[in-house]
């Protein structure tokens, strides 16, 4: 069983994609079910993980939060859902309007890559419980 100890040692040793991506694959979270809780009005972050290398953030939201609309231009992150399902909304700037280009629905267990310069949303469809990696420059 892949332990949260695992990722952070993974992921300060060794920024390869594939690394990543298998350890995360591979996480299941029990070693984190007793920090778990929600926030009554926004999603709950609930640092794991803040080095220079990298944040690592557990997400904890209630069906229907949602985030502004963002850019985290600066960082590239992974994200599993460790339990639920949410909804990122994909935006393109088009004549200095965010302009809404396609919905993604993540699911419990799905792992994606966030490379730099997205402008996106993301909404609760469920509660939910998100892993999110983020790498520093």
Not at 51 to 56: H, L, Q, S, Y
Not at 92 to 112: A, G, P, S
């Amino acid at each position: 069983m892949i332990i949260m100890n695992d990722l952070i040692n993974t992921i300060n040793n060794d920024l390869n994609d594939n690394n990543i991506l298998q350890l995360l694959g591979d996480y299941n979270m029990k070693d984190y079910l007793d920090i778990v809780s929600y926030d009554d009005k926004k999603y709950k972050q609930i640092y794991l993980e803040q080095n220079n290398i990298c944040d690592i953030v557990l997400k904890c939201w209630k069906k229907g939060y949602s985030t502004e609309i963002k850019n985290n231009c600066d960082k590239k992150s992974y994200m599993k859902i460790l339990e639920g399902c949410l909804l990122r909304e994909n935006f393109k700037n088009i004549n200095n309007q965010l302009k809404l280009y396609n919905n993604q629905i993540i699911k419990n267990n799905d792992i994606t890559i966030n490379t730099y310069n997205m402008e996106y949303r993301t909404i609760a469809l469920q509660d939910t419980i998100s892993l999110h990696i983020y790498i520093h420059n």
